[in-house]
């Protein structure tokens, strides 16, 4: 299972001075941290080109980044909040901007990122905590103290290091004259052999927050690509893929697309799913049960912020065919509120459980312009609980056009870096729902 704290970066300001560039920021994490963090030009300039800053509205910098390896590119969300309606923007940023998220995102003391690095100052230990005043003099002595230290202090050390390299090499050269000088013996038996080690697939899918592999006879399930904490750039050609739904019911897509999506969450498994899909690139689609969503409110936010769909499955996970108009309404919207009041942002899609409905609910989904979305292709996780049994459904069924049911449990984390490269080999589409 992976540890998990939510932490939340409020954008509120973007400055320059002396042609350097800085964001205003407020970190949330356990406590709020206000913090000055310097950035390169082309991202503060990418950001401004979106960022209008007022009383009105509220901006959040993601945690998340995309890059695109093929065109050296990388890509920040930012989201803004007006009145009661959030929408996310895509801007460019630069390959500091991301290693610094990084630091954020990793972090597990906020006051490391002010004594490892000369990008963030943390306001709140300098003595400046109100975000509408000038900076303190404490925080300009901070800055000159850095700025005297990047003049003087590094540039010293590059001198000094320098020396040393050059009194090491010319050691290096004298011993590497002497050793010239000397007869070379080789034992005729020694051969000299290239091995290629790979590193043990166990160690690197557990680092990752996965299980350990799982064997199918002879041949390996999850062998063909295993992501580590430390994990190897993907390609993203794109934004997360999506397909936009038309229909009030959905049970299918077109072919050549594939949704994964998944069932009964929030849930101690949530993160790990999401974490598989972003290492891949693909979509995904969450349906959320109002009773979870009471319990892991953050991973909803958490979950919705990094880009992925989100939908209600009821509050209650009744059957909604057997119950009262009433009662349906409340299971729905209801539901539907309570996602809507955690992402600050408008959910359109329902799935009933079990995939009951009935007329009194398709009236309340049209009257709430609501997206029930069901699925033509179930691999029986809930069932069988078994990573190998749910890959194997998953081989063995017509997966192009399908949307594919799963539900947030062990077996389907386990299964699911599979699963994905099965659907990519197959050279299908695999999309969030909207």
């Not at 990418?46 to 959040?60: E, G, H, P, T």
Request: charged share 25%.
């Amino acid at each position: 299972m992976l540890e998990y704290r939510e932490k939340l970066l409020e954008l509120k300001s973007i400055y320059s001075e002396s042609d350097n560039y800085f964001l205003k920021v407020r970190l949330s994490f356990g406590q709020d941290t206000e913090m000055i963090w310097q950035i390169d030009e082309y991202t503060a300039k990418s950001l401004q080109s979106i960022a209008q800053f007022d009383d009105k509205c509220k901006y959040r910098l993601s945690l998340n980044s995309h890059n695109n390896s093929n065109q050296n590119s990388y890509k920040g969300i930012l989201t803004k909040t007006y009145l009661d309606q959030s929408n996310s923007f895509y801007f460019l940023c630069s390959e500091k901007y991301v290693n610094d998220l990084a630091a954020i995102k990793d972090c597990q003391d906020i006051s490391e990122l002010d004594k490892n690095t000369f990008s963030f100052i943390n306001l709140t230990i300098h003595g400046y905590i109100d975000g509408d005043k000038k900076e303190s003099s404490e925080l300009n002595t901070h800055k000159s103290f850095i700025a005297d230290l990047r003049q003087n202090f590094i540039p010293t050390v590059g001198i000094i290091m320098a020396t040393i390299l050059i009194f090491l090499g010319c050691i290096y050269i004298k011993l590497y004259e002497k050793a010239l000088a000397q007869p070379i013996q080789l034992d005729s038996e020694v051969q000299i052999v290239e091995q290629n080690i790979e590193p043990n697939k166990n160690e690197v899918i557990q680092e990752a927050g996965l299980n350990d592999k799982i064997d199918i006879g002879q041949n390996t399930l999850l062998e063909s690509k295993v992501y580590a904490a430390e994990e190897t750039p993907l390609s993203i050609e794109a934004d997360i893929p999506a397909f936009e739904l038309k229909d009030m019911i959905t049970y299918s897509l077109p072919e050549g697309y594939v949704a994964l999506t998944f069932d009964d969450g929030p849930s101690e498994h949530s993160l790990s799913i999401m974490k598989i899909l972003e290492q891949y690139g693909v979509g995904g689609t969450f349906f959320f049960t109002g009773y979870n969503v009471k319990k892991y409110p953050d991973y909803v936010q958490s979950i919705y912020s990094s880009g992925y769909s989100i939908g209600s499955h009821s509050i209650s996970h009744t059957d909604m065919a057997n119950i009262s108009y009433e009662d349906q309404e409340r299971e729905l919207v209801q539901s539907i509120d309570s996602l809507e009041s955690i992402v600050n942002n408008e959910v359109v899609l329902f799935r009933p459980p079990y995939g009951y409905y009935n007329e009194n609910l398709k009236s309340l989904l049209t009257d709430n312009q609501y997206k029930m979305v069901l699925w033509n292709n179930d691999p029986k996780d809930w069932k069988t609980r078994d990573a190998v049994k749910i890959y194997n459904n998953i081989k063995n069924s017509n997966v192009s056009g399908s949307i594919i049911v799963l539900h947030e449990c062990q077996a389907t984390v386990d299964a699911l870096p599979s699963i994905i490269e099965y659907l990519k080999e197959l050279n299908l589409k695999i999309v969030s729902l909207k």
